[in-house]
C-alpha cells in the first residue's frame, strides 16, 4: 500500500485539468500515442466540446520514481462546475490527496477555494501547481502568494507547469508522491468497498467505481450492498487505465471498477459500501448525500406524438445520470410532457443538448424555477416546482422561496459593478473580503433570481473574471406573485413565472415585448398580455401579416413551387400551436431575454 | 349469356382534361437577376431553323401520347421567343398545325421583350398565326428597369406597346410591384401608363427573389417594407377594378371573357404538351397523370432531339400528391371551381379533402356551396397557408 497514491485534480474551467490528465496518461504509457485524443478522460461528445468534465473518470497509472521504485498512481478526474460540485466530493473521498491546478495567468476562482475546501474538510492533502506558466501573461509569484490569501496553504514552492507544452509533468508527479500520503486501511479485515460512482453500460450492465478501504475483492465474491442488503456476485474486478483493464483482485487502498451483472442503476447507490456476503463489515462508511434537484423545468416534445419517445430517452439518460429527476406533467399549452429536476442550469442545458443531439429530439423547455414552499391557510405546507400549479393567492397564507448563500471572487475593480447586479437581483450583503488583488463578496440570494440570468450577467459585468459558488441555505417567505401570459386572451400556462412584486410589472412589460419579437406574424393580429391575477399589466399586439402567396405558378412550376410551401409547413411544425397561435420553441424560454431595470 | 361492361378503371379519369401546348424558346438577350425561367442568353446568336426544327421533332416523340385530342391553345414562351424572325414563326405554327389538330379558333399566344419589336416582324407573326402577345413591359421607368436588368427602356417600352396594339387586338402586359426604391405613387403611375393603352390583359407580379437566381444571392437595396408592397398591391387591384377589369387569378387581371385561356388551363387542372428545352408537360391517361421534362440546357436538348428522346424524365404523379397539385392551380382562382371538376381532373373522390377543407373553412380560408369551391378574400391573401392543409403528411 505505501506504494499506491490516489489523488484528484481541482481545478477551474480552463486552468487545463483534462490537458494535465493527458499528460500523465501518455507520460505513464497508460496508452499508445494513437490512442489518445485530446482530453481523453473526457469521453462525451459535449464535455470534449465545452471543454468541460461532467462524469468522473479515472486512471490507473504506473510510474517510476526518480527514487526508481514503482508506484500506483490513481487520478480521479473531476467535474469543476458548480451544478456537479457533489461529484466533486464523491472522488475527493476516494483520495489521499488533491492537486490544486490554478491558472498562473488568472488566479484563484471561487468554484476552486469551495472545493479546495471540501477537500480540506475530508481531510484530503491539497497541493498546490501553476500551470500555464508559459503564458506571456502568466504571474506566477503573485497568483502563489494568493493561494495562500485565500485558501491558506503554503504555496510558494508549488510545481511550476505547463500541461499544454508539457512543462514540470514529471515534477508534479514526483510532489504527488512526496506529498501526498499513501491509503490506509486494513488489507486482511472485512471487505469494506465505497461506490463513489456508477453507470450503466449497454454490454456489462452497471459498472460501479469503488475505493477499496478495507479488504479485497476479487471476481466470483458474494457480494452485498450495506444499504439494500442485496447480494450480487461479482463477475469482473479491474481498473481503468483509462481503457478497462481486468485484475484478479481490487485490495485495500486501490481503485477501480466493479461489475456484478446489476441491471439496474438504483441498486448499486453511489455512497454505499460493498462488503462480502459471507463476511460482512460491521458498519458501512459513512457515504455520501442525496442530491437534491435545485432547477425544475418543464421538457415537452414539440410534436406530441414524440411523448413516448420522449419518456424513453430519459429513462435512459437517467441510466448514466442519477441527478436528473422527471416524472410526467400535463400542460393546457403544451399537451403532455414532463417536469423535471436538475442540478443547476448547465445541467439542464446539457440534459436538454442531449436529448436533441443523442435521441434527436425536437423540444420545448419552459423557463426554469426552482421550488417554492406554499403555506396554506388552513396550515398545510405544499411543495411548488411549476408557477403554474401555484393555488389561488387568496387561500395562501405566505410563499416563501429557496435562499443561497453565494461566495462571489471579482477582481477589485469589478466589484462595484457586481455589487450592483446582486442588489438588482434582492441580494443581501453578508461579507466582503480583500485578499490580494481578488475579492471575496458574500451575498444571500434568491434562487430564482439566479436561475434566471445570473451567472451570465456576472460574467459579462466582470468581462469573465467573477467566479460563483453557493450553497442553499433556506426558504424565506417573500412578496411572490404569479405573472401570466395571455396569448390572444388564452392564458398559456407553460409561460407562467413566480417574481416578486417589486419587479413583477417591469418583468411582466418586458416579457410580453420579448415575446412580440418571438412570435411571427401570422394571418391574424395576436394580442400578447402580461397579467397578475386578473388585473392586465402589459399588452402588445402583433400585427398581422398582410399576405402569403406566391406571385407567380405556371405549368412549369409546380415541383418548385410545392418544395417551397412544404419549407413552410416544415417551419411551422417545428412551432407549437396554441389556441390557433404558432409560438415557436424560443419564446418559452423569452423570460431568459429578457433584461433587469 | 353475359355482357361485359365496359366501365373506366376504378378510380381512373372518365374523360381526359382540355389539352394545350407549350413551346419554350430557351434564348434571351441578357438573363434578368430575378429570372428563375430556363433562359439562357444568345451571345453569338443561335440557329433557329435548326432549333424550329427540333422543336417539330420534339412534338412528333409526343404524338402518340395525345392522339386524337384537339389542341386549345398554344403558348410560345421563354426566354424570349421574340427573338425568332417571322419566317422561323411562320414555320413553326405551319409545322405545328400539320401534326397537331389545333382548334380553328384557338388562342395561340407569343410572349415577347421589348427591345426584339420591329414592326414588319410583328406583322409577320400576325400572319403566321399568333393572336396574342404577352409583352414583359415589368415597368415604364427608366431607374426600375435598370434595377431589373431589363435592355430596353422606358422608351422602348412604351414603343413596344404601340406595335404590339397596331397588329394584335388581344395583348397582355406584365407588371412588376414592389421594385427596389418604388413607391406606392411610382407602382400606380406604372400601371396607369399600361391602362392607357386599352390592353385587354395585366399581370401584376409582387417582385419575387426566386432561389438561384442572382437576385436571391444578392437581394437589391432598398425594396419596399411587408407593409408598402401590401398597400401596392390593394391599390393597384382597386384601380384595375376600376378600369373594369375583373381579377380572376392571384395575379392576373383581364376585360371581361379576355382571360388568358392557356392558362387558365394551367390553373384548372389541364393537360399541356410541353416542348422546347426545359419545357414542362402535363398528360392524363384513363389510368394515371404523368408530368414530362424536356433536358434543359439548349445543346443537351437538341442531342436528346437528334437521338429520338428528348424527354428528361417522365413520371407518374403520386395519388397522394394530386390533391395538393390540384389545389396549387385551382385556387389561385379568384372564383375557385366547380367542385365535381376535382374528381374529374384526378380521379379521385372529393371526400378525401374533406377534413382539410372542414379546416380552411374553419379559418376563413374558402367558402363553398353546393357546387362551388372558392377561396375567400382571407384566402387568397393567405393562400400559401391554404394551400399547406393539402400538403401530405
Known sequence: MNHIRNFSIIAHIDHGKSTLADRFIQFCGGLELREMSAQVLDSMDIEKERGITIKAQTAALTYKARDGQVYNLNLIDTPGHVDFSYEVSRSLSACEGALLVVDASQGVEAQTVANCYTAIDLGVEVVPVLNKIDLPAAEPERVAQEI??????????????????????????????????????????????????????????????????????????KIKFMATSAEHLCEQVGVFTPKSVQRQSLNAGEVGFVIAGIKELKSAKVGDTITLATKPADEPLPGFKEVQSQVFAGLYPVESHDYENLRDALEKLQLNDAALK??????????????????????????????????????????????????????????????????DLSKIDEIREPIITSTILVPQEFVGAVMTLCNQKRGVQRNMQYMGRQVMLTYELPMNEVVMDFFDKLKSTSRGYASLDYEFKEFQAADLVKLDILVNSEKVDALSLIVHRQTSVYRGRALASKMRELIPRQ????????????????????????????????????????KLLEKQKAGKKRMKQVGNVEIPQTAFLAILQVGDK | MSTIALTPMLGGLRELPPLSLYVHVPWCVRKCPYCDFNSHEVKGGFDEDGYVQALLSDLETELPNVWGRPVRTVFIGGGTPSLLSAGAMTTLIQGLRARLRIDPDAE??????????????????????????????????????????????????????????????????DLMYALPHQSLEQALADLDTALSYGITHLSAYHLTLEPNTLFAAQPPANLPDDELSADMQEAIEQRLAEAGFEHYETSAFCKPGKQSRHNLNYWQFGDYIGIGAGAHGKISYPDRIERTMRFKQPAAYLKAVAEGNPAQSRSKIARNDLPFEFMMNLLRLTGGFESRLFAERTGLPLVLLEPALRDAEAQGLIERDLTCIRPTEHGQRFLNDLLTLFLKE
Not at chain 1, 149 to 155: F, K, V, Y
Not at chain 1, 190 to 217: C, E, H, Q, T
Open chain 1, 148 to 221: 495562500e490569501d485565500i485558501i491558506g496553504i503554503e504555496a510558494t514552492d508549488a510545481v511550476r507547469a505547463s500541461a499544454k507544452s508539457g512543462i514540470g509533468i514529471e515534477d508534479i508527479l514526483e510532489t504527488v508522491i512526496t506529498k501526498i500520503p499513501p491509503p490506509k486501511g486494513n488489507p486482511d479485515g472485512p471487505l469494506k468497498a465505497l461506490i463513489v460512482d456508477s453507470w450503466f453500460d449497454n454490454y456489462v450492465g452497471v459498472v460501479m467505481l469503488v475505493r477499496v478501504i478495507d479488504g479485497s475483492l476479487k471476481p466470483k465474491d
Open chain 1, 326 to 391: 422527471y416524472e410526467p406533467e400535463v400542460s393546457q399549452a403544451l399537451g403532455f410532457g414532463f417536469r423535471c429536476g436538475f442540478l443547476g442550469l448547465l445541467h439542464l442545458e446539457i440534459v436538454q443538448e442531449r436529448l436533441e443531439r443523442e435521441f434527436d429530439m425536437d423540444l420545448i423547455t419552459t423557463a426554469p424555477t426552482v421550488v417554492y414552499e406554499v403555506l396554506m391557510k388552513d396550515g398545510v405546507l405544499l411543495e411548488v416546482e411549476n408557477p403554474s400549479k401555484l393555488p
Open chain 1, 523 to 562: 394571418m391574424f393580429d395576436i394580442a400578447v398580455q402580461a397579467a397578475i391575477g386578473s388585473q392586465i399589466i402589459a399588452r402588445e399586439t402583433i400585427k398581422a401579416l398582410r399576405k402569403n402567396v406566391l406571385a407567380k405558378c405556371y405549368g412549369g412550376d409546380i415541383t418548385r413551387k410545392k
Open chain 2, 108 to 173: 395561340i399566344t407569343l410572349e415577347a421583350n421589348p427591345g426584339t419589336f420591329e414592326s414588319d416582324k410583328f406583322k409577320g407573326f400576325r400572319d403566321a398565326g399568333i393572336n396574342r402577345l404577352s409583352i414583359g413591359i415589368q415597368s415604364f421607368e427608366p431607374a426600375k428597369l435598370a434595377s431589373l436588368g431589363r435592355i430596353h427602356n422606358g422608351i422602348e417600352a412604351r414603343r413596344a406597346v404601340e406595335i404590339a396594339l397596331s397588329h394584335f387586338d388581344n395583348v397582355n402586359l
